[in-house]
Protein backbone atom coordinates (compact mmCIF):
# COMPACT_ATOMS: atom_id res chain seq x y z
CA UNK A 1 0.00 0.00 0.00
CA UNK A 2 2.69 2.63 0.54
CA UNK A 3 3.21 2.88 -3.17
CA UNK A 4 0.70 5.19 -3.25
CA UNK A 5 1.40 7.45 -0.49
CA UNK A 6 1.15 11.09 -2.34
CA UNK A 7 -0.78 9.92 -5.22
CA UNK A 8 -3.67 12.03 -5.40
CA UNK A 9 -6.90 9.93 -4.40
CA UNK A 10 -8.97 7.98 -7.40
CA UNK A 11 -12.30 9.14 -5.66
CA UNK A 12 -12.52 11.73 -2.80
CA UNK A 13 -15.68 12.63 -0.73
CA UNK A 14 -15.20 15.23 1.81
CA UNK A 15 -18.02 16.45 3.98
CA UNK A 16 -20.46 15.08 1.99
CA UNK A 17 -24.44 15.59 2.86
CA UNK A 18 -27.20 14.62 1.56
CA UNK A 19 -31.18 14.72 2.28
CA UNK A 20 -34.58 13.36 1.31
CA UNK A 21 -36.85 16.20 1.99
CA UNK A 22 -35.85 16.24 6.12
CA UNK A 23 -34.65 12.75 6.44
CA UNK A 24 -30.57 13.32 6.47
CA UNK A 25 -29.21 10.25 4.31
CA UNK A 26 -25.82 10.70 4.23
CA UNK A 27 -23.93 12.79 6.90
CA UNK A 28 -20.52 14.31 6.91
CA UNK A 29 -19.05 11.17 4.56
CA UNK A 30 -15.45 11.81 4.26
CA UNK A 31 -13.96 8.83 1.92
CA UNK A 32 -10.93 8.68 0.26
CA UNK A 33 -10.07 6.01 -2.16
CA UNK A 34 -6.86 5.62 -4.19
CA UNK A 35 -6.19 4.11 -7.58
CA UNK A 36 -6.45 -0.16 -7.25
CA UNK A 37 -8.26 -0.06 -3.36
CA UNK A 38 -10.63 -2.17 -2.75
CA UNK A 39 -13.31 -0.70 -0.31
CA UNK A 40 -16.33 -3.41 1.12
CA UNK A 41 -19.27 -0.99 2.52
CA UNK A 42 -21.45 -2.85 5.03
CA UNK A 43 -24.22 -1.52 7.18
CA UNK A 44 -27.68 -2.50 8.55
CA UNK A 45 -30.23 -1.96 5.67
CA UNK A 46 -30.83 2.05 5.27
CA UNK A 47 -27.48 2.87 6.68
CA UNK A 48 -26.91 4.93 3.04
CA UNK A 49 -24.75 2.42 1.93
CA UNK A 50 -26.16 2.95 -1.48
CA UNK A 51 -27.06 5.79 -1.56
CA UNK A 52 -23.19 6.56 -0.83
CA UNK A 53 -22.11 5.05 -4.34
CA UNK A 54 -24.81 6.54 -6.22
CA UNK A 55 -23.77 9.91 -5.36
CA UNK A 56 -20.15 9.02 -6.75
CA UNK A 57 -22.05 8.76 -10.49
CA UNK A 58 -24.37 11.37 -9.53
CA UNK A 59 -27.90 8.49 -9.73
CA UNK A 60 -27.89 11.02 -6.88
CA UNK A 61 -27.35 14.40 -5.98
CA UNK A 62 -25.84 15.89 -3.01
CA UNK A 63 -26.66 18.82 -0.92
CA UNK A 64 -23.30 19.68 0.70
CA UNK A 65 -20.00 18.70 0.97
CA UNK A 66 -17.62 17.69 -2.49
CA UNK A 67 -16.99 14.75 -4.37
CA UNK A 68 -13.93 14.73 -6.69
CA UNK A 69 -13.63 12.09 -9.17
CA UNK A 70 -10.46 11.00 -11.04
CA UNK A 71 -9.72 15.15 -10.41
CA UNK A 72 -13.14 16.48 -11.98
CA UNK A 73 -15.17 18.25 -9.09
CA UNK A 74 -18.61 16.28 -9.21
CA UNK A 75 -20.93 19.26 -9.82
CA UNK A 76 -24.84 19.65 -10.97
CA UNK A 77 -22.88 20.21 -14.65
CA UNK A 78 -23.71 17.73 -17.33
CA UNK A 79 -20.04 18.12 -18.34
CA UNK A 80 -18.98 17.14 -14.81
CA UNK A 81 -21.89 14.31 -14.66
CA UNK A 82 -21.09 12.93 -18.05
CA UNK A 83 -16.66 13.09 -17.68
CA UNK A 84 -17.56 10.96 -14.09
CA UNK A 85 -19.70 8.52 -15.22
CA UNK A 86 -17.58 7.71 -18.63
CA UNK A 87 -15.27 6.33 -15.85
CA UNK A 88 -17.42 4.86 -13.39
CA UNK A 89 -18.96 1.45 -14.03
CA UNK A 90 -21.64 0.30 -11.95
CA UNK A 91 -23.17 -2.69 -11.16
CA UNK A 92 -26.95 -3.43 -9.71
CA UNK A 93 -28.56 -5.44 -7.17
CA UNK A 94 -31.36 -6.15 -9.99
CA UNK A 95 -28.90 -6.51 -12.91
CA UNK A 96 -30.71 -3.92 -15.35
CA UNK A 97 -30.11 -5.93 -18.15
CA UNK A 98 -31.67 -4.33 -21.18
CA UNK A 99 -34.22 -6.46 -21.54
CA UNK A 100 -35.06 -5.86 -25.21
CA UNK A 101 -31.63 -6.15 -26.34
CA UNK A 102 -29.50 -9.08 -26.72
CA UNK A 103 -26.54 -9.43 -24.88
CA UNK A 104 -23.98 -8.47 -27.34
CA UNK A 105 -26.33 -5.48 -27.84
CA UNK A 106 -26.37 -4.62 -24.08
CA UNK A 107 -22.34 -4.41 -24.43
CA UNK A 108 -21.96 -2.62 -27.46
CA UNK A 109 -24.83 0.33 -26.64
CA UNK A 110 -23.07 2.40 -24.41
CA UNK A 111 -19.68 2.22 -26.16
CA UNK A 112 -20.98 3.26 -29.44
CA UNK A 113 -23.05 6.04 -28.03
CA UNK A 114 -20.87 7.56 -24.95
CA UNK A 115 -17.66 6.52 -26.87
CA UNK A 116 -18.30 7.13 -30.51
CA UNK A 117 -16.86 3.62 -30.81
CA UNK A 118 -17.82 1.79 -34.40
CA UNK A 119 -19.83 -1.25 -34.44
CA UNK A 120 -16.65 -3.73 -35.30
CA UNK A 121 -14.53 -2.19 -32.60
CA UNK A 122 -17.16 -2.35 -30.06
CA UNK A 123 -18.42 -5.81 -30.76
CA UNK A 124 -14.98 -6.73 -30.41
CA UNK A 125 -14.35 -5.19 -26.82
CA UNK A 126 -17.79 -6.91 -25.90
CA UNK A 127 -16.91 -10.21 -27.38
CA UNK A 128 -13.54 -9.87 -25.30
CA UNK A 129 -15.12 -8.88 -21.48
CA UNK A 130 -17.80 -11.20 -22.13
CA UNK A 131 -15.53 -14.56 -22.65
CA UNK A 132 -13.52 -12.66 -19.33
CA UNK A 133 -16.80 -13.16 -17.60
CA UNK A 134 -17.01 -16.65 -19.30
CA UNK A 135 -20.19 -15.97 -20.46
CA UNK A 136 -19.15 -15.56 -24.98
CA UNK A 137 -21.17 -18.33 -25.94
CA UNK A 138 -24.59 -16.31 -24.97
CA UNK A 139 -23.98 -13.70 -26.76
CA UNK A 140 -26.51 -13.41 -29.07
CA UNK A 141 -29.62 -14.33 -26.38
CA UNK A 142 -31.63 -11.94 -24.34
CA UNK A 143 -31.22 -11.21 -20.74
CA UNK A 144 -34.62 -13.27 -19.73
CA UNK A 145 -33.18 -16.37 -21.39
CA UNK A 146 -29.75 -16.32 -19.01
CA UNK A 147 -29.75 -17.61 -15.33
CA UNK A 148 -29.38 -14.80 -12.45
CA UNK A 149 -25.79 -15.47 -12.16
CA UNK A 150 -25.26 -14.73 -15.59
CA UNK A 151 -27.16 -11.73 -16.24
CA UNK A 152 -25.20 -10.33 -13.37
CA UNK A 153 -21.73 -11.39 -15.11
CA UNK A 154 -23.08 -9.80 -18.31
CA UNK A 155 -24.01 -6.45 -16.35
CA UNK A 156 -20.24 -6.44 -15.02
CA UNK A 157 -19.09 -6.83 -18.38
CA UNK A 158 -21.20 -4.49 -19.83
CA UNK A 159 -19.40 -1.84 -17.47
CA UNK A 160 -16.06 -3.15 -18.44
CA UNK A 161 -17.34 -2.30 -21.86
CA UNK A 162 -16.57 1.35 -21.04
CA UNK A 163 -12.85 0.63 -19.83
CA UNK A 164 -13.99 2.55 -16.38
CA UNK A 165 -11.25 3.45 -13.98
CA UNK A 166 -13.51 2.53 -10.92
CA UNK A 167 -15.96 -0.33 -10.27
CA UNK A 168 -18.95 0.05 -7.84
CA UNK A 169 -21.19 -2.50 -6.60
CA UNK A 170 -24.62 -2.03 -5.10
CA UNK A 171 -25.19 -5.43 -3.66
CA UNK A 172 -24.28 -7.43 -6.72
CA UNK A 173 -25.26 -11.12 -5.18
CA UNK A 174 -28.76 -9.69 -3.09
CA UNK A 175 -31.05 -10.83 -5.77
CA UNK A 176 -29.00 -14.05 -6.43
CA UNK A 177 -30.10 -17.67 -5.73
CA UNK A 178 -27.54 -19.44 -3.42
CA UNK A 179 -25.85 -21.62 -5.62
CA UNK A 180 -25.36 -18.65 -8.21
CA UNK A 181 -23.93 -16.03 -5.70
CA UNK A 182 -20.60 -17.80 -5.99
CA UNK A 183 -19.92 -17.97 -9.94
CA UNK A 184 -20.12 -14.02 -9.30
CA UNK A 185 -18.52 -13.31 -6.52
CA UNK A 186 -15.07 -15.15 -8.29
CA UNK A 187 -15.80 -12.83 -11.57
CA UNK A 188 -15.24 -10.06 -8.83
CA UNK A 189 -12.42 -11.92 -7.26
CA UNK A 190 -10.86 -11.83 -11.08
CA UNK A 191 -11.36 -8.17 -11.73
CA UNK A 192 -10.02 -7.20 -8.11
CA UNK A 193 -6.49 -9.62 -8.79
CA UNK A 194 -6.44 -7.75 -11.88
CA UNK A 195 -5.98 -3.97 -10.23
CA UNK A 196 -9.71 -2.77 -10.90
CA UNK A 197 -9.96 0.22 -8.22
CA UNK A 198 -13.59 -1.16 -6.54
CA UNK A 199 -16.16 -0.19 -4.06
CA UNK A 200 -18.85 -2.81 -3.22
CA UNK A 201 -21.82 -2.48 -1.26
CA UNK A 202 -21.89 -6.41 0.04
CA UNK A 203 -23.04 -8.68 3.08
CA UNK A 204 -20.62 -11.30 1.69
CA UNK A 205 -18.27 -11.37 4.07
CA UNK A 206 -16.28 -13.96 3.13
CA UNK A 207 -15.88 -12.03 -0.36
CA UNK A 208 -14.78 -8.56 2.32
CA UNK A 209 -11.94 -10.68 3.82
CA UNK A 210 -10.34 -12.12 0.48
CA UNK A 211 -10.38 -8.91 -1.74
CA UNK A 212 -11.24 -5.61 0.96
CA UNK A 213 -8.20 -3.58 1.07
CA UNK A 214 -10.49 -1.53 4.02
CA UNK A 215 -13.89 -2.60 4.99
CA UNK A 216 -16.71 0.22 6.66
CA UNK A 217 -19.30 0.35 8.22
CA UNK A 218 -21.94 3.01 7.76
CA UNK A 219 -25.36 2.98 10.14
CA UNK A 220 -28.12 6.12 10.13
CA UNK A 221 -25.94 8.06 7.03
CA UNK A 222 -22.76 7.74 9.15
CA UNK A 223 -19.22 6.16 8.61
CA UNK A 224 -18.91 4.49 11.85
CA UNK A 225 -15.77 2.46 11.71
CA UNK A 226 -13.33 1.58 9.11
CA UNK A 227 -10.38 -0.72 9.02
CA UNK A 228 -8.29 -3.26 7.30
CA UNK A 229 -10.49 -6.52 7.24
CA UNK A 230 -8.62 -8.50 9.95
CA UNK A 231 -8.90 -5.79 11.90
CA UNK A 232 -12.54 -5.41 11.12
CA UNK A 233 -13.77 -8.59 11.89
CA UNK A 234 -11.46 -9.59 14.82
CA UNK A 235 -11.23 -6.30 16.79
CA UNK A 236 -14.52 -3.88 15.91
CA UNK A 237 -14.22 -0.79 18.10
CA UNK A 238 -17.79 0.41 18.03
CA UNK A 239 -20.82 -1.45 19.76
CA UNK A 240 -22.75 -1.13 16.79
CA UNK A 241 -20.23 -2.76 14.76
CA UNK A 242 -20.34 -5.95 16.98
CA UNK A 243 -23.99 -6.20 16.94
CA UNK A 244 -24.27 -5.99 13.49
CA UNK A 245 -20.90 -8.50 13.18
CA UNK A 246 -22.89 -10.97 15.22
CA UNK A 247 -26.39 -10.68 13.45
CA UNK A 248 -24.42 -10.90 10.07
CA UNK A 249 -22.14 -13.98 10.81
CA UNK A 250 -24.82 -15.71 12.91
CA UNK A 251 -26.07 -17.62 9.98
CA UNK A 252 -22.32 -18.34 8.79
CA UNK B 1 -87.30 4.93 -57.29
CA UNK B 2 -86.10 1.93 -55.20
CA UNK B 3 -83.10 0.19 -57.34
CA UNK B 4 -81.95 -2.01 -54.61
CA UNK B 5 -77.87 -2.14 -53.62
CA UNK B 6 -75.68 -2.24 -57.11
CA UNK B 7 -72.57 -1.52 -57.76
CA UNK B 8 -73.15 1.39 -57.81
CA UNK B 9 -74.25 2.36 -54.87
CA UNK B 10 -71.09 0.16 -53.35
CA UNK B 11 -68.63 2.01 -55.66
CA UNK B 12 -70.49 5.45 -53.13
CA UNK B 13 -69.38 3.40 -50.59
CA UNK B 14 -65.69 2.77 -50.93
CA UNK B 15 -65.42 6.96 -51.73
CA UNK B 16 -66.10 7.25 -48.10
CA UNK B 17 -64.22 4.65 -47.07
CA UNK B 18 -61.16 6.84 -48.92
CA UNK B 19 -62.01 9.34 -46.71
CA UNK B 20 -62.34 7.42 -43.66
CA UNK B 21 -58.83 5.81 -44.24
CA UNK B 22 -57.31 9.32 -44.99
CA UNK B 23 -58.72 10.94 -41.73
CA UNK B 24 -57.71 7.72 -39.75
CA UNK B 25 -53.99 8.00 -41.28
CA UNK B 26 -53.55 11.59 -40.98
CA UNK B 27 -55.19 11.36 -37.29
CA UNK B 28 -52.56 8.52 -36.54
CA UNK B 29 -49.74 10.13 -37.85
CA UNK B 30 -50.19 13.20 -36.47
CA UNK B 31 -51.52 11.95 -33.21
CA UNK B 32 -48.64 10.06 -33.28
CA UNK B 33 -45.69 12.13 -33.19
CA UNK B 34 -47.32 14.82 -30.52
CA UNK B 35 -48.66 12.58 -29.19
CA UNK B 36 -45.13 11.10 -28.33
CA UNK B 37 -44.37 15.28 -27.22
CA UNK B 38 -47.14 15.01 -25.16
CA UNK B 39 -45.70 12.27 -23.39
CA UNK B 40 -42.42 13.04 -23.28
CA UNK B 41 -43.53 16.45 -21.82
CA UNK B 42 -45.65 14.36 -19.36
CA UNK B 43 -42.48 12.75 -17.68
CA UNK B 44 -40.21 15.40 -18.35
CA UNK B 45 -38.23 16.46 -15.24
CA UNK B 46 -40.05 20.42 -15.54
CA UNK B 47 -42.45 20.14 -13.10
CA UNK B 48 -44.20 23.39 -15.34
CA UNK B 49 -43.99 20.98 -18.66
CA UNK B 50 -45.66 18.28 -16.71
CA UNK B 51 -48.57 20.21 -15.55
CA UNK B 52 -48.95 21.98 -18.72
CA UNK B 53 -49.19 18.45 -20.73
CA UNK B 54 -51.29 17.39 -17.73
CA UNK B 55 -53.87 20.14 -18.90
CA UNK B 56 -54.24 19.85 -22.23
CA UNK B 57 -54.55 16.15 -21.59
CA UNK B 58 -57.06 16.71 -19.17
CA UNK B 59 -59.05 19.27 -21.51
CA UNK B 60 -58.70 16.95 -24.71
CA UNK B 61 -59.94 13.97 -22.85
CA UNK B 62 -62.72 15.52 -21.24
CA UNK B 63 -64.48 17.55 -24.14
CA UNK B 64 -66.20 15.26 -26.48
CA UNK B 65 -64.64 14.74 -29.84
CA UNK B 66 -67.60 15.79 -31.86
CA UNK B 67 -67.25 19.55 -30.00
CA UNK B 68 -63.47 19.54 -30.58
CA UNK B 69 -63.95 19.11 -34.42
CA UNK B 70 -66.72 22.04 -34.19
CA UNK B 71 -64.09 24.49 -32.36
CA UNK B 72 -61.46 23.29 -35.51
CA UNK B 73 -63.55 23.73 -38.11
CA UNK B 74 -65.70 26.51 -37.39
CA UNK B 75 -63.33 28.71 -34.37
CA UNK B 76 -60.21 28.08 -36.46
CA UNK B 77 -62.09 29.99 -39.53
CA UNK B 78 -63.65 32.89 -37.29
CA UNK B 79 -59.86 33.21 -36.01
CA UNK B 80 -59.19 34.43 -39.63
CA UNK B 81 -57.37 30.66 -40.77
CA UNK B 82 -58.44 29.99 -43.88
CA UNK B 83 -58.14 26.75 -43.67
CA UNK B 84 -59.33 23.57 -45.96
CA UNK B 85 -62.17 21.75 -44.66
CA UNK B 86 -60.06 18.39 -44.46
CA UNK B 87 -56.94 20.10 -42.95
CA UNK B 88 -59.13 21.94 -40.06
CA UNK B 89 -61.01 18.28 -39.41
CA UNK B 90 -56.97 16.67 -39.25
CA UNK B 91 -56.08 19.26 -36.60
CA UNK B 92 -59.23 18.36 -34.60
CA UNK B 93 -58.17 14.84 -34.84
CA UNK B 94 -54.67 15.37 -34.25
CA UNK B 95 -55.10 17.38 -31.62
CA UNK B 96 -57.49 14.89 -29.43
CA UNK B 97 -55.68 12.08 -30.43
CA UNK B 98 -52.30 13.36 -29.83
CA UNK B 99 -53.84 13.52 -26.03
CA UNK B 100 -55.29 9.76 -25.75
CA UNK B 101 -52.13 8.42 -27.36
CA UNK B 102 -50.14 10.74 -25.00
CA UNK B 103 -51.31 9.96 -21.76
CA UNK B 104 -51.61 5.81 -22.99
CA UNK B 105 -47.41 6.14 -23.81
CA UNK B 106 -47.03 8.15 -20.58
CA UNK B 107 -48.20 5.04 -18.70
CA UNK B 108 -45.96 3.36 -20.76
CA UNK B 109 -43.14 5.26 -20.01
CA UNK B 110 -43.78 5.06 -16.02
CA UNK B 111 -44.04 1.41 -16.29
CA UNK B 112 -40.60 0.77 -17.54
CA UNK B 113 -38.35 0.17 -14.32
CA UNK B 114 -36.37 2.91 -13.04
CA UNK B 115 -33.46 0.49 -12.81
CA UNK B 116 -33.48 0.79 -16.94
CA UNK B 117 -32.88 4.30 -16.87
CA UNK B 118 -30.76 4.37 -13.88
CA UNK B 119 -28.34 1.60 -15.77
CA UNK B 120 -28.21 3.69 -18.91
CA UNK B 121 -27.85 7.11 -17.21
CA UNK B 122 -24.71 5.16 -15.40
CA UNK B 123 -23.42 4.08 -19.08
CA UNK B 124 -23.41 7.49 -19.88
CA UNK B 125 -26.48 7.59 -21.54
CA UNK B 126 -28.24 11.18 -22.12
CA UNK B 127 -31.72 11.84 -22.07
CA UNK B 128 -32.08 11.84 -25.63
CA UNK B 129 -30.49 8.47 -25.96
CA UNK B 130 -31.88 6.70 -22.86
CA UNK B 131 -35.08 7.16 -24.30
CA UNK B 132 -34.83 6.16 -27.86
CA UNK B 133 -32.57 3.03 -26.89
CA UNK B 134 -33.77 2.24 -23.52
CA UNK B 135 -36.82 3.52 -22.57
CA UNK B 136 -38.92 4.20 -25.27
CA UNK B 137 -38.79 0.47 -27.53
CA UNK B 138 -39.78 -0.99 -23.67
CA UNK B 139 -42.38 1.45 -23.56
CA UNK B 140 -44.07 0.81 -27.46
CA UNK B 141 -44.58 -2.83 -26.34
CA UNK B 142 -45.89 -2.22 -22.66
CA UNK B 143 -48.14 0.44 -24.90
CA UNK B 144 -48.74 -1.64 -27.98
CA UNK B 145 -52.50 -3.36 -27.20
CA UNK B 146 -54.06 -0.07 -25.67
CA UNK B 147 -52.31 1.54 -28.72
CA UNK B 148 -53.90 -0.38 -31.13
CA UNK B 149 -57.17 -0.33 -28.92
CA UNK B 150 -57.51 3.31 -29.60
CA UNK B 151 -56.27 3.23 -33.36
CA UNK B 152 -60.04 0.64 -34.05
CA UNK B 153 -61.33 3.64 -32.38
CA UNK B 154 -60.07 6.34 -34.00
CA UNK B 155 -61.07 4.56 -37.29
CA UNK B 156 -64.19 4.45 -36.24
CA UNK B 157 -64.40 7.67 -34.69
CA UNK B 158 -63.76 9.56 -38.20
CA UNK B 159 -67.27 8.84 -38.58
CA UNK B 160 -67.73 12.25 -36.62
CA UNK B 161 -66.38 14.27 -39.21
CA UNK B 162 -69.66 14.00 -41.20
CA UNK B 163 -70.60 16.74 -38.96
CA UNK B 164 -68.68 19.47 -40.78
CA UNK B 165 -69.78 17.86 -44.28
CA UNK B 166 -67.15 14.81 -45.01
CA UNK B 167 -68.76 12.07 -46.90
CA UNK B 168 -66.25 9.51 -45.21
CA UNK B 169 -67.67 5.81 -45.00
CA UNK B 170 -70.64 6.03 -42.61
CA UNK B 171 -71.92 8.98 -43.76
CA UNK B 172 -72.50 7.35 -47.53
CA UNK B 173 -74.00 4.44 -45.87
CA UNK B 174 -76.54 6.90 -44.83
CA UNK B 175 -76.59 8.46 -47.89
CA UNK B 176 -77.53 5.12 -49.23
CA UNK B 177 -79.51 4.14 -47.17
CA UNK B 178 -81.83 7.33 -47.58
CA UNK B 179 -81.93 6.22 -51.28
CA UNK B 180 -83.06 2.97 -51.43
CA UNK B 181 -84.70 2.19 -48.27
CA UNK B 182 -82.73 -0.50 -47.01
CA UNK B 183 -80.92 0.64 -43.66
CA UNK B 184 -80.48 -3.08 -42.28
CA UNK B 185 -78.71 -4.07 -45.53
CA UNK B 186 -76.25 -1.05 -46.28
CA UNK B 187 -75.55 -0.51 -42.54
CA UNK B 188 -74.51 -4.20 -42.89
CA UNK B 189 -72.71 -3.67 -45.63
CA UNK B 190 -71.00 -0.68 -43.70
CA UNK B 191 -70.41 -2.72 -40.59
CA UNK B 192 -68.90 -5.55 -42.21
CA UNK B 193 -66.35 -2.63 -44.25
CA UNK B 194 -65.21 -1.20 -41.04
CA UNK B 195 -65.34 -5.25 -39.29
CA UNK B 196 -62.72 -5.75 -42.33
CA UNK B 197 -60.86 -2.69 -41.52
CA UNK B 198 -60.36 -3.20 -37.98
CA UNK B 199 -60.30 -6.73 -37.07
CA UNK B 200 -56.69 -7.19 -38.95
CA UNK B 201 -55.32 -4.44 -36.96
CA UNK B 202 -55.96 -6.41 -33.56
CA UNK B 203 -55.12 -9.81 -34.94
CA UNK B 204 -51.79 -7.89 -36.06
CA UNK B 205 -51.89 -6.81 -32.50
CA UNK B 206 -52.25 -10.11 -31.06
CA UNK B 207 -49.45 -11.52 -33.19
CA UNK B 208 -46.75 -8.46 -32.23
CA UNK B 209 -47.19 -9.35 -28.76
CA UNK B 210 -46.85 -13.14 -29.28
CA UNK B 211 -43.94 -12.40 -30.75
CA UNK B 212 -41.97 -9.92 -28.74
CA UNK B 213 -43.14 -12.13 -25.60
CA UNK B 214 -41.58 -15.34 -27.06
CA UNK B 215 -38.03 -12.98 -27.64
CA UNK B 216 -37.86 -11.67 -23.96
CA UNK B 217 -39.57 -14.09 -22.35
Known sequence: M?????????????????????????????????????????????????????CINHLEGYQKGRIVVDGTVLSNSMKAIDAVRSEVGMVFQSFNLFPHLTILQNC???????????????????????????????????????????????????????????????????????????????TMVGLAADGMT??????????????????????????????????????????????????????? | MSKGFGAAEFLFLLEGLKWTLLLSAVAFAGGGVFGLLVALGRTAPYAAVRRAMAGYIAVFQGTPLLMQLFVAYYGLALLGLKLPAWVAVAIGFTLNASAFLGDIW??????????????????????GQRMRDIVLPQAFRIAQPATVGYLVQLIKGTSLAAIVGFIELARAGQIVSNQIFEPI???????????CLCWPLSLLSARLEAKFAAATR
Open chain 1, 2 to 54: SHAQGEAPLIHMEGVEKWYGAFQALTNINLSVRRGEKIVLCGPSGSGKSTLIR
Open chain 1, 108 to 186: TLAPMRVRKADRATAEATARRYLDRVRILDQADKYPAQLSGGQQQRVAIARALCMEPKVMLFDEPTSALDPEMVKEVLD
Open chain 1, 198 to 252: MICVTHEMGFARQVADRVIFMAKGEIIEEAAPETFFSAPQHQRTREFLGQILQGH
Open chain 2, 106 to 127: RGAIEAVPRGQDEAASALGLHY
Open chain 2, 185 to 195: LVFGVVGAIYF
